[in-house]
């Protein structure tokens, strides 16, 4: 990457930290710069290659913030341990792109950023379940080529999901979030699966079941399923929110999709490699009432051969978390993970409450650390 895509901060800083992308608002600066951090930071908007990452290391650098779409393996964190480094965070909250093995094994800590997604996330899932019931961005294609002659009583039928049954599959924060929305705000069912049983969702939904009967109206239902397959032959909308890791890889293939109804609703704002898109293609060329909303793809940024083709998937460009609040709480988070490590903080324990980590008062410690046990890093202790 050409010296000119680098921008300085801090120049004076006595720490060299290197953040792969220009981040949004300027908190996360004056964190690394309160560290005593000399802040480098990438103005490119293309996808960075190794190399150039390894490059920009060079031969000192204390700490890095890296984005999702790099490849953090063996080779970057031995050139940032070579270069002395100390730290690691993630501009994300998912990280499937780290080796965290292999930054463990070197001693360095590996941060994320969760919490600050989780509710911006859901709604985007809610704005793709709704996008593809109600046809949306067809309709507003069709309205942009000025094909619209009128009101016609079968123009753009859809679906209506009030009452209906939302599945989950992965009831995680994101999920769970996702699930509140959607049966609160649309008086669903709920069925789920994960591998543990989200008992706070589950009273939730029930106190809310109670609450619709105080009101006279019909209870909703909630339902723990044993399989994954349950979800997908008993809901009329199912979101996907499951980690990618080699159990949830292909999750979706030709066989579960045809295991859903045939005008059902697939959901998908986690990441791309849990469809598989190729089957996805096929299933929606054969099944025309069949809808999917996609924030997240395969191969990102290509999409398989047909999918723009389909008329049935709705998609945007992985910004489920595309909010200012968000993103910019987001680097707050990473540059307090680098910013906690590289000055000796503890690690925040509650991964579930990062929050108070983007007021005034900010915790003397690294919000979330996703080594620190194996690490043995101390944890905060108020
Ligand atoms: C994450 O943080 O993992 C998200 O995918 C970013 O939108």
């Not at 780290?98 to 001693?107: E, F, N, P, R, S």
């Not at 859903?260 to 704002?269: E, G, P, Q």
Request: net charge positive; hydrophobic share 40%.
């Amino acid at each position: 990457m050409a010296a000119k895509e680098w921008k300085t901060f801090n120049a004076s800083g006595k720490k060299r930290v290197v953040v792969t992308k220009e981040l949004p608002g300027d908190r996360w600066l004056k964190i690394l710069a309160r560290a005593g951090c000399r802040v480098e930071y990438g103005t490119a908007t293309r996808i960075l290659k190794v190399g150039e990452i390894k490059s920009a290391i060079g031969d000192k650098c204390d700490g890095v913030i890296g984005q999702l779409t790099e490849n953090w393996g063996k080779t970057l964190f031995s050139a940032l341990k070579k270069a002395g480094g100390r730290a690691y965070s993630n501009y994300a909250v998912g990280y499937n792109n780290v080796d965290v093995d292999a930054a463990t094994k070197l001693g360095i800590p590996v941060g994320n950023t969760p919490g600050v997604l989780t509710d911006t996330t859901a709604e985007m899932a809610v704005a793709l379940t709704f996008s593809a019931a109600r046809r949306v961005a067809e309709a507003d294609v069709f309205m942009r080529a000025g094909q619209y002659e009128g009101w016609l009583p079968t123009l753009y039928l859809g679906e209506l999901l009030k009452r209906k049954t939302v599945g989950v599959i992965g009831a995680g924060r994101i999920g769970a979030a996702y699930a509140k929305m959607m049966v609160e705000g649309f008086k669903m069912d709920f069925i789920y699966y994960d591998l543990y049983q989200n008992m706070g969702l589950e009273k939730y939904i029930r106190e809310y079941s109670k609450f619709l009967k105080s009101q006279d109206e019909d209870p909703v239902k909630c339902t723990r399923a044993k399989t994954a397959e349950e979800v997908l032959k008993k809901a009329d909308v199912v979101s996907l929110h499951p980690l990618l890791d080699p159990t949830t890889h292909h999750l979706m293939n030709a066989r579960r999709l045809k295991m859903m109804k045939s005008n059902a609703i697939l959901v998908n704002a986690s990441r791309g490699p849990v469809i598989d898109e190729v089957a996805l293609v096929a299933h929606c060329k054969k099944y025309p009432n069949f809808k999917v909303g996609l924030d997240v793809f395969e191969d990102e940024p290509k999409m398989k051969p047909g999918l723009n083709k389909c008329n049935n998937v709705v998609m945007v460009p992985h910004i489920a978390s595309a909010t200012d609040w968000t993103r910019e709480g987001m680097a707050i988070l990473a540059a307090s993970n680098v910013a906690g490590v590289l000055t000796g903080r503890p690690s925040w324990t509650d991964q579930d409450d990062v929050i108070p980590f983007l007021g005034s008062k900010a915790p003397k410690a690294c919000p979330s650390i996703v080594n620190a046990k194996e690490l043995k890093l101390d944890s905060y202790k108020g």
